[in-house]
């Protein structure tokens, strides 16, 4: 009983803090921070079975009902020549883009706080080695079974760094678009178990498709030059360029305006809208006529999008993503306004109300990936600190 009124008094404690008028037992299914995690939960702990006992105790882990959260649990697959656990300079690269979100909390503060628990949080655990998870969800749902806390349902995604799936050299899949499941497979890659910046971009990736987010920003159209985002396969493994460097892991932040590929201006390059401050110092990538694929450098202003070695021609026509016709490649706002934090069985009464979902019917292949970074990337390619904007 003691118990129960400190948590009570607690409670009403924090959320005079916060500043509430409301009263507590309102307060108490309040989501403040729109992050889908109640403030109940974010404050207290969270209760699966409703018995007292907290199962969950996300305070220790760090949550804030204030600010936005996202918690990840990742087991991994361990042979006895090769380990899929993730790169721990992989998994901080993840945590800092999404610190560095653009994305606004209730307290003031910008940027998302990304819980990934490898272990350290208590749920992280090698796995055994399965070559290949067929059938693939199957599969996953028996080691997710064995392998994770069923009272963390509705707070964590689930991942499984594995070795294939289905039979294919496919990099990863989510179980939806949002989802709460996601699959890391790059047994085809990099020894194995693919290099950090492939775990890394791979996993964003993935854990982008179990928030709602899409190959194409609003839509699933592939290699757009104007969606500078770990979504678009051509940055999926090698992050985006900037400052001539690869290895930036962000979502799209840029108001870029649609590409008419009939009508391409190569002195405008990218264009964003309110000028090309924020993509100064950007690159991208797009495909030639004879479908290579092209580096660009700079692509705020004079882009060879036909590449005749001719960058201020101010109407060309290109199928500059090699969708096998030319049309309107939609820009962007900010992709991270666009987040669903409780898809999947993330979030409250989920039984009640599960979002929609589409399913995914492809994933970047290894064949693709080679087909678009023939050359693996040096380590003077990449970017060592991930905080220069
Ligand atoms: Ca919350
Ligand atoms: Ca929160
Ligand atoms: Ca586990
Ligand atoms: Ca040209
Ligand atoms: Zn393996
Ligand atoms: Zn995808």
Known sequence: M????????????????????????????????GDGLLDDWEINGYDYEGDGIIDVDLPAMGANPLRKDIFVEIDWMKATDHNH???????????????????????GSTGIILHVDTGNLGGGNSLNHDIDLNPVWTEFDVIKAANFAPERGPIFHYAVFAHQYSAGCSSGLARGIPASDFIVSLGCWTNQVGTMLEQAGTLMHELGHNLGLRHGGRDHVNYK?????????????????????????????????????????????????????????YGTRAFCPNGAVQNIARAKRYVDWDCDLNNAETDVSVDVNNSLNKSILTGLSNEWDNIVYDGGLIGPGVEMQMRPMVFIMHELTLEEDLSINPEPLSEDDIMDDDLTQ
Not at 2 to 31: H, Y
Request: hydrophobic letters at 40%.
């Open 2 to 33: 003691n118990r129960v009124i400190n948590r009570v008094i607690k409670t009403i404690l924090i959320l005079c803090l916060m500043g509430f008028l409301l009263p507590a037992a309102e307060g108490l299914s309040a989501d403040t921070d």
């Open 85 to 107: 656990k993730p790169d721990a300079k992989g998994i901080t690269k993840v945590i800092n883009a999404f610190a560095n979100a653009p994305v606004s909390n209730p307290d």
């Open 225 to 281: 030059p104007n969606f500078l985002s770990v979504m678009n396969y051509f940055f999926q493994t090698r992050g985006l360029y900037i400052t001539d460097k690869w290895g930036r892991l962000d979502y799209s932040r840029f108001l870029t305006k649609d590409m008419d590929e009939n009508h391409l201006n190569e002195k405008r390059g990218l264009d964003v809208s309110g000028g090309d401050r924020p993509i100064r110092r």
